[in-house]
């Protein structure tokens, strides 16, 4: 279309200008603070929208409750020394890896020093507890020099808050207050630098280095070692107050709790008393609901809008345990506040273009502007669940939404103006079909498949049709259904697509349509997990009264087909080959080794190193002329019980001299593996195979390998 002179400024020229202007308005009101403020709203949101996240099992609290206050009859809530004491003399007996309190120790117990000879010799004892240091009107406190001289190390328990009162990230190390000419960890850096081997393993702080240009280190962070870290690190919090295991201090100290719970443990001990002040706003407050005694003192419980400070270190030491601290891209001040100007302004840019779209296109103009407003959203918030990356919101999706009604506004003024032309201007150009059109995506939509190397996954109920045949229709279908949610979970969990379900097979892929290395290893992880919670929920149904069963899994690595399948009235996104095929047989195969988990030898040549298996048999699937070396997959590479560790190598030297025809050799270890395993399936199959080879002793050109007859 071509414009005239008017038309050319009334729908390009102006409708620009007014973005610029607008934008530069937006920008200059960036120093009022208003941006900061509603851009931690919407991080906050994130937290909530996204909600829990795995915390490791090593972090247990030890909570000095109003439990505790009631139990040992301190209603003050002062707990004297002797008690700090026998709980580290528990906690160290029970193999507690790293013991932290957050409780002040700056001063003796001037009416009772017995008291702190013997808390100090409980300190000298452990080893491994670290203390509290923390600052008050801008100094350091630090422990007593009694306690001092046999503690693992101290670190500082301040909480920073932002603006708004929130506690959002935390500084890891102290780099101005080192009175002592040394720097000083917070508690959780200190807590996790312990278990990296790097603090104290001398009598001093390791070597620590500071941003400068000289040794290439960025603006804001430091190293110690070779390990680099922000100056502040903002807390991926795992979820709201109650998420980590909580123990009452009470029972720690009588010892009514199962000490194995703490053996390798990161022990935390910190107040949840509300008289003791140590609760901070966190991204999770806001909605929940804080409940109350008869005395009317607020009880801070799982859920609540507050969260206690050792729980608040508590998601600080996952975060680093886990490496997933959340990185903002761009700040309001400082050299990298320029991102945030560079990224308004392009938004700038794409708006006034759909601000000058609008009058021609409206209807398209207004998909667009939800599709780029929720494709922003979107992209920010995977970017904050996935790579835990803070992208700026508010400001951009602000811009792009008032630019878009200014537009708005701007084109209806136009058109009271000149309602006839832009109504000819419309009726010309745009139609609820072309929308329609543009809001599909016929690229997704077109038939076809393309080779890729994927892992894939079968799942079968063993004596299934026996287990229906004695059930009510109704109770099989939600026995099948809880079944089934809970084995796709887990699927999910681990980055797998469902293919199909088969009635009460399971078949699923990893690798597509997402390219992923790690494809062989997520599925067998995968697979593992689901025998582990399908014993969860075994033991749970033989409560309720209903079945167990049990599984069968084959897994299968290889070059297939992906992609869309079907006609173009309807299709799937499936995968098709042999390798499919051979996944399907080696799920059956378990029948006949009495095993739970087989995987390919193509499978197994890839994830070897990550998990232990053994060698099964060479077999000839129905099917396929070429044989295949299937492997049991028993588990995560970790120290297995002793008696499993030798019934693994008797079968494997059995295995060993089946495959040499030796079949009274193979049959005494397959033999031995028994009789240390009775339960053991594969070593009481090739027991009963040695036996009918000796009878009818297979030929010269034996080559082991088992021709199966049946698919």
Known sequence: MKLSQKDLKKYIIYPFIISVILGIVIMFTFKWGWYDYMERLTYDLRFKLRGNIVTDNRIIIVSKDEESKEVLKKRGGDFTRSYYGKLIENLTDWGATVIGLDFEFSHPVYQDPVQDDNFANSLDKSGRVVLARFIQSGKPVVPFDEFREVELGEAFINVTLDPDGTVRRLPLLELELGEDGKFHPYFAFGLELFLDNLYPPEEEFPEVKLSSDKNNIPKGFFDVGKMRFPDHMYINFAGP?????????????????????????????????????????????????????????????????????????????????????????????????????????????????????????????????????????????????????????????????????????????MEAKEKQFVEGTFGKYVSSQVVKELLKHPD????????????????????????????????????????????????????????????????????????????????????????????????????????????????????????????????????????????????????????????????????????????????????????????????????????????????????????????????????????????????????KRCEELEKNPPDANWDGVFVMKTK
């Open 241 to 413: 107050s109650g998420t980590f295991t909580k123990i009452p201090f009470w029972k720690v100290l009588k010892g009514k709790v199962d000490k194995n719970i703490f053996k390798n443990k990161i022990v935390l001990v910190g107040s949840t008393i509300p008289a003791d002040h140590d609760f901070y706003k966190v991204p999770f407050s806001g909605n929940e609901k804080i409940s109350k005694t008869k005395t009317g003192v607020k009880i801070v419980e799982r859920g609540s809008a507050l969260m206690s400070g050792i729980e608040v270190h508590a998601n600080l030491i996952n975060t680093l345990i886990y490496k997933n601290n959340i990185k903002r891209w761009v700040t309001t001040t400082g050299e990298k506040g320029v991102k945030l100007y560079w990224l308004v302004g392009g938004i700038v840019i794409f708006a006034s273009l759909l601000f000058i779209f609008i009058p021609f296109h409206l209807f398209i103009s207004l998909p667009i502007f939800l599709l780029g407003l929720i494709s922003y959203l979107y992209l920010s918030y995977f970017e904050f669940t996935k790579n835990f990356f803070w992208l700026e919101t508010f400001a951009p999706a602000t811009t792009w939404m008032i630019i878009y009604f200014a537009g708005i506004i701007y084109h209806r003024y």
């Open 444 to 687: 997704l939509l077109t038939l076809g498949g393309q080779k890729k190397n994927i892992t894939i996954f079968f799942s079968d109920i063993r004596s299934f049709t026996t287990l229906s045949e004695g059930m009510d229709p109704q109770d099989l279908v939600n026995f099948l259904n809880e079944y089934l949610t809970e084995m796709t979970n887990l699927a999910f969990e681990y980055d797998g697509v469902v293919d199909k379900y088969i009635g009460d097979a399971m078949m699923a892929f990893w690798g597509a349509p997402i390219d992923d290395p790690e494809h062989p290893v997520k599925a067998c992880r995968s697979a593992i997990r689901m025998l582990e919670e399908l014993e969860l929920l075994n033991i749970k149904w033989k409560k309720e009264g209903r079945p167990q069963i049990n599984i069968g899994i084959g897994i299968n690595t290889a070059d297939v087909t992906i992609g869309n399948m079907g006609s173009e009235a309807r299709f799937d996104y499936t995968v098709m080959g042999d390798g499919v095929n051979l996944a399907s047989r080696l799920e059956a195969i378990n029948k006949q080794y009495k095993t739970r988990i087989i995987i390919s030898q193509y499978t197994y040549e890839l994830v070897k190193d990550k998990f232990i298996s053994r060698m099964i048999d060479k077999v000839a699937v129905k099917g396929k002329k070429e044989p295949v070396v299937i492997y049991e997959l028993i588990s995560e590479i970790r120290n297995l019980p002793e008696t499993k560790q030798k019934v693994l190598k008797l079968f494997e030297k059995g295995l060993s001299l089946y495959f040499k025809a030796d079949m009274k050799e193979a049959k005494r270890y397959f033999a031995a593996a028994l009789k240390l395993d009775p339960q053991d399936g594969p070593s009481e199959v090739f027991f």
